[in-house]
């Protein structure tokens, strides 16, 4: 049984509003939700040998969706709040300038691609049997993720992370989230 967890200590961000937060949050509780409830019906489903029906294998597909949802927001919503800019000095930093060419060119197409058309996720992943790290798109929740690679860092870009806030103007709330990343937390995803 998963429990939302508490991100209400992000209230008051700047950049982001209080309305905003509580929307997002509600959004939040309902993937958790649905997880827990997938996951029960599935089980029981598989207890009751209902396992080669239509049904149970479009809700095995759903749960990719609703899992990710729950397990992204996690990660978005831990990755935001204030700290110090990313330090020349920081492993993350090097890294990724030594990826990317530089932390400038990086966050070039960090931010180009989370200013992309469509809804879904920016995630900087890196994998872990080469240590590279790579922006990634990902549509919906379920689809476009890279096998073997842990998210460092993850944005929302579904309309309903920034439309209260900044109507179509994207590329201002991809600003603001760069502004508010943790990069403490960042670091942390990092070195694990």
């Known amino acids: 049984m998963y429990t ?20 997002h949050f509600t959004l939040y509780q309902g993937y958790v939700n649905n997880t827990n409830k997938l996951s029960d019906t599935l089980k029981t489903m ?11 294998a479009e809700l ?18 831990s990755n935001l709040g204030t700290s110090a800019p990313l330090s020349e000095s920081n492993k993350l930093y090097q890294a990724i300038s030594a990826e990317f060419g530089s932390y400038q060119l990086w966050e070039a197409d960090f931010k180009a691609t989370a200013a992309m058309r469509g809804i ?41 992370a920034f439309i209260t806030d900044y109507g179509l103007k ?13 990069w403490a937390k960042a670091e942390k995803r990092f070195k694990a």
Request: hydrophobic share 35%.
């Open 46 to 56: 598989l207890t009751e040998g209902k396992t080669a029906t239509p049904e149970y």
């Open 4 to 23: 939302a967890r508490d991100y209400s200590s992000l209230i008051g961000l700047e950049g982001f509003s209080d309305t905003l937060l509580r929307n």
């Open 60 to 77: 095995k597909r759903r749960f990719g969706f609703e899992y990710n949802g729950m397990r992204l927001h996690e990660y978005y919503f």
């Open 120 to 160: 879904g996720w920016v995630v900087l992943y890196k994998d872990s049997q080469t240590g590279r790290l790579f922006n990634q798109w990902i549509n919906e929740h379920e689809t476009g993720h890279l096998a073997g690679l842990s998210p460092i860092l993850v944005i929302d870009v579904f309309e309903h």
């Open 170 to 182: 994207r590329a201002d709330y991809i600003s603001a989230f760069i502004k508010n990343t943790n």
